[in-house]
């Protein structure tokens, strides 16, 4: 079983920051992309920023100059620093990752996710 934890979510003023984490889990043989997505009531989800394994990353445009995606590949862990936050940041976060476990091939995980609001 492959496990994604996310953790760093909270309550925040306009104009703070936050650093979400998530920890990937269980009969991990190899993580390729990982990323970010967020589910806000009423709206779609969005994918919010994307890491491959060799680090070339990729954002939603509303997100580009404040939010920063990075990786841990010793540990398993992806990163989403949140800087100038904005109410309309307001989401849960959830990450995702391709991970191939020891029993299969790779496939597509998620976590519970965090919650991130953010205050005007």
């Known amino acids: 079983q492959v496990q994604l934890v996310e953790s760093g979510g909270g309550l925040v003023q306009a104009g703070g920051s936050l650093r979400l984490s998530c920890v990937a889990s269980?009969?991990?043989?190899?993580?390729?992309?990982m990323r970010w997505y967020r589910q806000a009531p009423g709206k779609q989800r969005e994918l919010v920023a994307n890491?491959?394994?060799?680090?070339?990353?990729r954002y939603t445009d509303p997100v580009k100059g404040r939010f920063t995606i990075s990786r841990d590949n010793a540990k398993n862990t992806v990163y989403l620093q949140m800087n100038s936050l904005k109410p309309e940041d307001t989401a849960v976060y959830v990450c995702?990752?391709?991970?191939?476990?020891?029993?299969?091939?790779?496939?597509?995980?998620w976590g519970q996710g965090t919650q991130v609001t953010v205050s005007s």
């Open positions: 995702g990752a391709d991970v191939k476990s020891q029993y299969s091939s790779y496939s597509s995980y």
């Open positions: 269980g009969s991990i043989s190899d993580i390729n992309a």
């Open positions: 890491i491959r394994s060799g680090g070339t990353t």
